[in-house]
């Protein structure tokens, strides 16, 4: 995989230095990887899928911003207790936990609350590929390549489809529509700030960053969705929207990613990030099987253009080298 998609994907491949061997990222069959690798990575995969649903369920129960801000501070404590700190400087740290904290997840929990379907919203928030492949050209001077603008051209296609679907009453609104795609937008920048801290695990980082998204998280919520709603939300606090907070904590951060980085470090990522691309599928037919979410005619061309469109960004320079045959 190309460098600049592997930063595209950075929350999912991002692995410790001292562990690195370049020929673990070569490409390489999958049927090389084994079974138990192959049914982990797949099995994150589908927490993260799973992982929307979830946020239907714990937003409506609980105020999203609010929402937002209790996941992070339960992945912070008490596990910075226990996480070794990274070797990052605390700026550092503060920029990753606030871009990822309130610009993905207060945008995205807020726009699933406000009835963005939670199966789109997974396609569209991979839109992220691009921005942080954008970004990094802009930020970083780093090489745009031919399939990463020819992913962009054909997933920017899918998001008019969207665009104009919305503008006929579709399920996803257009203000929805660039909630998500914001929320895209903070993931890449999350991604940018990432990539200024090399070395750096995904769990530890995870850890550490997320003790500066509770405070600001929560102040918003006071701001934004009022005081009222937080206290009426905890006076009447339900099983199943602890259950989701639970879930959103447990499963989908520390186990997801501390699994997802073992799995790193052990096969490489050019291996295994791939295997990210399933999220969208999983986040749809849970969404379909959970929530009984239907999808228009013109979203669902509009979704498999999207993602074509990462589908080129990340493999298409593999396939091109292979096109190309080896030196002379």
């Not at 899928?49 to 979830?54: A, D, L, R, Y």
């Not at 991979?126 to 780093?142: M, P």
């Not at 996803?172 to 991604?191: I, K």
């Not at 929560?218 to 009426?232: I, M, Q």
């Amino acid at each position: 995989m190309a460098p600049l998609c592997r930063r595209a994907l950075w929350p999912f491949t991002q692995a410790s230095a001292r562990d690195y061997n370049p020929a673990m990222n070569r490409p390489s069959s999958l049927s090389k990887l084994p079974a138990s690798a192959t049914a982990a990575a797949v099995l994150i995969s589908a927490l993260w899928g799973f992982n929307f649903v979830v946020i239907k369920v714990g937003v409506s129960g609980m105020p999203p911003l609010m929402l937002a801000a209790l996941r992070f501070l339960f992945c912070a404590l008490p596990a910075v207790f226990f996480v070794k700190r990274p070797a990052a400087s605390l700026p550092a740290l503060a920029s990753y936990g606030l871009l990822l904290g309130v610009g993905e997840f207060g945008f995205l929990f807020t726009a699933i609350k406000l009835g963005a379907p939670t199966g789109l919203s997974s396609i569209l928030l991979q839109s992220q590929a691009f921005f942080t492949a954008i970004l990094a050209a802009a930020l970083l001077k780093e090489r745009l390549h031919r399939h990463n603008v020819a992913g962009m051209i054909v997933a920017a296609l899918g998001l008019a489809t969207f665009a104009i679907s919305s503008g006929g009453g579709g399920g996803m609104s257009l203000p929805l529509l660039l909630m998500v795609l914001a929320a895209g937008l903070g993931w890449a920048g999350a991604n940018i700030a990432a990539r200024r801290m090399p070395g750096t695990g995904a769990l530890a980082l995870m850890v550490w960053s997320s003790l500066f998204s509770p405070l600001p998280l929560a102040c918003l919520s006071l701001l934004v969705e009022g005081p009222r709603a937080t206290v009426t939300a905890f006076a009447q606090l339900l099983p199943l929207t602890v259950a989701a907070l639970a879930y959103l904590v447990v499963f989908s951060t520390l186990l997801g990613y501390g699994l997802w980085n073992h799995l790193i470090m052990r096969h490489g990522a050019g291996r295994i990030a791939p295997f990210s691309l399933m999220v969208p599928v999983f986040a749809l037919a849970s969404a379909s099987l959970v929530l009984g979410e239907r999808i228009e005619a013109s979203q669902a061309a509009g979704a498999c253009l999207v993602l074509a469109g990462v589908m080129i960004n990340v493999f298409g320079g593999r396939i091109g080298s292979k096109s190309r045959g080896p030196a002379r």
